[in-house]
């Protein structure tokens, strides 16, 4: 098992090996080449999620929102039809299915070629939507504990597959989680996971260490602080940090108010490095981004 005092003994000077690890995915029979980071934009369709719930509902600012973030230089389009806030409404496969299905009309409308990743954790969900629209990721915040019977569709159809860090279920994850050591444990999880899919056939993986899943605001700091540890997987980390909790409560505002924050982390965990931001804002995600890029190019030249 990965732990935090083996991965020290490794000495690796991340600094020098970012850029050298393979961090490509294969979408589709594309390679997306993750060691520049990218912007996965957040498509919320439900009524209850903690920034944004409701805000799509009607089909003129869906649309508007997807001609956004397209326009504003998102590499994905995240959709979501399931609220995983600490006591939100149970909805069916047929209810997540008819919210989602519109987003990815109009997405496939465009034919902008944007990839699109679909927040679930059930197989009749993305096997749906992916046999009428296609669909290049699957986003699942159970990491295949859901429905194991979605990472063997992922398999099948060799769809990238981002597994998240959940402590406890989405009803019961903020109930005074506990860990011995979180970086620790965090590690141990995703050495086993990893080992886990990969046994099952599942090629390109992205894991996600879920901030504010099953986590105090301590425990996110901390992870946040040793995101470096995560390369030692060499595969693709991506972070959803966007004016989550851990950000507004500690600034004692609320999240609509959290885009300074927000900022503020993504450009950290960029300095850690970060190859995905999952964000609200895809402009300010893409310029947070830019500037981490010029600064690499400086201190290469140093």
């Known amino acids: ?5 083996v991965f020290h003994t490794l000495k690796m000077d991340f600094k020098d090996t970012f850029f050298s690890r393979n961090l490509s995915i294969n979408c589709k029979g594309s390679l997306v080449d993750f060691s520049t980071p990218k912007v996965m934009a957040i498509v919320n369709l439900t009524p209850d999620s903690f920034y944004d719930g409701g805000r799509y509902s009607k089909l003129d600012k869906l649309a508007e929102r997807i001609d956004t973030v397209i326009k504003e230089g998102a590499d994905i389009i995240d959709i979501g039809g399931f609220s995983s806030r600490p006591g939100a409404k149970y909805i069916d496969a ?9 987003a990815l009309e109009l997405i496939r409308g465009k034919d902008s070629g944007i990839s699109v990743s679909v927040d679930t954790f059930r197989r009749e969900v993305a096997e749906l ?9 699957i986003n699942d915040i159970t990491a295949g504990d859901g429905d194991p019977e979605l990472v063997e569709f992922a398999v099948e159809q060799s769809i990238p597959y981002i597994i998240m860090h959940m402590q406890g279920t989405p009803e019961t994850m903020q109930e005074n989680p506990e860990y011995e050591d979180v970086v620790n444990d965090l590690l141990g999880y995703f050495d086993r996971k990893i080992v886990e899919l990969q046994s099952k056939g599942l090629k390109d ?14 425990n996110n700091y901390e992870i946040l602080a040793s995101l470096e540890v995560f390369q030692a997987f060499e595969i693709p980390l991506m ?3 966007s004016r989550k909790s851990m950000i507004y409560n500690f600034l004692e ?9 927000t900022t503020a982390l993504h450009m950290y965990a960029l300095h850690k490095g970060v190859n995905i931001l999952r964000a609200h804002d895809v402009k300010e995600a893409r310029q947070t981004i830019s500037l981490h890029n010029k600064l690499n190019e400086i201190e290469k030249q140093a």
């Open 1 to 5: 098992m990965l732990t935090l005092q």
């Open 94 to 102: 047929k209810e997540e299915i008819k919210r989602l299905r519109p």
């Open 129 to 137: 939507l992916n046999t009428e629209f296609g669909i290049e990721v």
């Open 205 to 218: 993986i992205i894991i996600d260490p879920g901030f504010g899943f099953g986590k105090s605001m301590d």
């Open 239 to 241: 972070v959803g940090l």
């Open 253 to 261: 505002t609320t999240s609509d108010n959290a885009l300074n924050g």
